[in-house]
């Protein structure tokens, strides 16, 4: 089987049922126009109609804080590695955050290999969810190409009326949707109307910035020294809000943590931010990045020109999540299409 | 939540001994160390090592043995005003135990060298890393052509391994110069900054590798002077200093430009890295 299509009456038995067999993480309203994943029980805790979450998926497959050894110093420096992990379905992911997941499995796939997170990543079923129009303005994910799904997911949800339709991925999107029992096969009809809907998504969903992606890290090369980081660097406050909320930040910080009597502990990993001035300062005192507009430029390369000559790949999901958060009001939209201004 | 054990984990130390932990000068300590294995740390001239101490942490530190050293490796600490780990490793002693993860990065290409002439330039701390291509240099002495030292340091009392600079004075396979910024009333050598001894080296700049590793102010001033000398920028070899936090190429904070400082370097030709703004 690999589509089926599943009742809308039928939604929260789909959920329950999965409830009884993993934990299930979907996206609850947070009060206005806030979302966050969390655990759900049933459909009704649900919001599907939600613009993308605080904090996208990475916080399960690169939680905020994270042991990697627990230590004892009674005798010598003994150790061992662990890896806290829990057994989940995110469900209604949407195509951003797909894309993000994509672009971390990348990097912590890559040698050398970093298994506390391909751990996390195993123990992790994904249940996609199409986006049949923009959640509001700040989104780029056509300029992206993420308003469409690429793969990245064990089964995919696409709203179509009164039922959804259901692209099974995976063989464990198979067994998971086999457990519920609540579907029903697909129909010609059904495929049409998916076929309908993304040709209509094509008139809805179109280039946010006028500017050609493929371009892009060429005009970030060019534009090092442009005024725009400039201006950006005036306006930032460095509070770090846009490297938390990105799908594709994954910058981190080693600390030890001791417990009470400081002779056993923790080493643990926790998010940081290349937008803190201390993050690329050396033991000798010099800083690297000490101005915020050099800060703010490596963010933005970070995103559209180092991973695409690193990995091939742009490290924009174009979710939005930056624009929205920033207490400076920097638009990424905006960003991009000044630097474009400047060389095309 | 389920705990799991992890056996390769890069996290992973590996427990190890301080065999012996000497004062240099007021701020530097050399530590030599072996692995509780037994096994040596297996690394080239101009690699690191993240040194663990549990409940304070871990720190990048260079290697400044050369591997030819057999059993144990040395690397040489500054303690630096407010730095929580250099601190903490400065009151270790022979007989504590130390966690080692590494080697990490790229070193020196010491296959490269051989059948050329060498222009070694260190200055301050800059000593310790290039000390481990010193060493491996003098120990496969004969396959390589002239050998150029170069040290600075701020005054005498900054000078780190001065009984080896006394040996590297005295061997005649080696031309060796040093400069400090400021004199003292017993010193006898030249006085000025590391740059004005560059002119007077004679060189041939088609059949030699010039090494510069120092702190970040000295790579421009130096390199300036090598490209006087008609060296090639890609016969300049330079080693960056950056904040290797996981070794792994992960974390983000040495990063330079799309460059990972502790995969792809921290050794790196310096026509790779000359046009990245703010590498040097």
Not at chain 1, 38 to 65: C, D, G, N, R, W
Not at chain 1, 151 to 156: A, K, Q, R
Not at chain 1, 174 to 188: F, H, R, S, W
Not at chain 2, 139 to 159: A, E, S, Y
Request: proline content about 4%; aromatic content about 10%.
């Amino acid at each position: 089987m690999q589509n089926a299509i599943l009742r809308k009456s039928h939604l929260n038995d789909f959920i329950s049922k999965l409830a009884v067999i993993e934990k299930v993480m979907a996206p609850v309203a947070k009060g206005p126009n806030h979302y966050a994943f969390e655990e759900v029980k049933s459909a009704k805790e649900i919001s599907l109609q939600y613009i993308p979450t605080i904090l996208p998926p990475k916080k399960y497959f690169m939680p905020q804080h994270e042991t990697l050894l627990e230590y004892d110093t009674r005798e010598g420096q003994k150790m061992h590695a662990v890896a806290e992990v829990e057994k989940m379905v995110l469900f209604g992911v949407h195509t951003c955050d797909l894309a993000g997941i994509q672009c971390l499995n990348i990097v912590f796939s890559d040698r050398p290999k970093d298994l506390n997170y391909l751990i996390h990543k195993n123990k992790i079923a994904i249940i996609g969810f199409e986006c049949n129009n923009y959640c509001d303005e700040h989104a780029s994910c056509a300029l992206m190409g993420n308003h469409i799904p690429k793969g990245g997911y064990d089964m995919f949800f696409t709203d179509l009326g009164d039922y959804f339709f259901i692209h099974v991925n995976t063989q464990l999107g198979e067994e998971l949707l086999d457990k519920t029992g609540v579907y029903e096969e697909a129909k010609i009809e059904h495929m049409n109307a998916l076929e309908d809907l993304r040709a209509k998504k094509k008139e809805i969903f179109k280039n946010e910035v006028d500017v050609d992606k493929n371009m892009i890290p060429e005009y970030f090369k060019k534009g090092f020294d442009s005024a725009v980081w400039d201006d950006l660097g005036e306006r930032c406050i460095s509070c770090g809000n846009c490297t938390n909320v990105c799908p594709t930040c994954y910058c981190f910080d080693v600390y030890d943590d001791p417990d009470l009597g400081a002779k056993t502990g923790k080493r643990i990993r926790v998010w940081d931010s290349c937008q803190n001035e201390p993050f690329a300062r050396v033991a000798g005192g010099e800083s690297f990045r000490s101005q915020r507009k050099d800060r703010k430029r490596h963010r933005f390369n970070r995103k559209f020109r180092y991973p695409v000559e690193r990995y091939g790949k742009f490290f924009c999901t174009g979710c939005g999540r930056c624009t929205r958060v920033c207490m400076a009001k920097i638009n990424l939209k905006d960003t991009i299409k000044s630097l474009a201004k400047e060389y095309k | 939540m389920e705990k799991m054990s992890i056996n390769r984990s890069a996290y992973k130390i590996k427990e190890a001994k301080i065999l012996s932990a000497r004062r240099l000068t007021d701020s530097e300590k050399l530590f030599d160390i072996a692995l509780q294995s037994g096994e040596s740390l297996d690394y080239e001239p101009g690699q690191f090592a993240e040194v663990s101490i549990f409940g304070v942490g871990e720190a990048p530190i260079s290697i400044c043995s050369s591997p030819t050293k057999r059993g144990s490796f040395e690397l040489c600490v500054r303690a630096v005003g407010d730095g929580r780990f250099t601190n903490a490793m400065h009151k270790l002693e022979a007989g504590d135990d130390i966690g080692i993860r590494g080697p990490f990065g790229v070193g020196f290409p010491v296959q490269l060298f051989e059948g050329n002439d060498l222009m070694l330039v260190a200055g301050g701390l800059g000593i310790a890393p290039l000390r481990s291509l010193i060493n491996y240099v003098i120990d496969n002495r004969r396959d390589f052509g002239k050998v150029n030292i170069l040290l600075g340091c701020k005054t005498p009392l900054n000078m780190l391994f001065g009984d080896e600079i006394e040996d590297w004075q005295k061997r005649i396979d080696i031309n060796f110069s040093c400069t400090v910024d400021r004199g003292a009333p017993d010193w006898k050598g030249n006085v000025g900054l590391i740059t004005s001894l560059i002119p007077g080296v004679d060189l041939d700049p088609e059949n030699t590798f010039a090494v510069v590793v120092g702190p970040p102010i000295m790579y421009k001033f130096v390199i300036k002077e090598l490209t006087g000398k008609n060296i090639p920028d890609h016969r300049i070899l330079v080693s960056l200093e950056r904040h290797m936090k996981c070794g792994l190429g992960k974390c983000g904070h040495c990063q330079i430009h799309n460059i990972y400082c502790c995969q792809d370097g921290p050794v790196f030709f310096y026509d790779r890295i000359k046009d990245l703004k703010g590498a040097i």
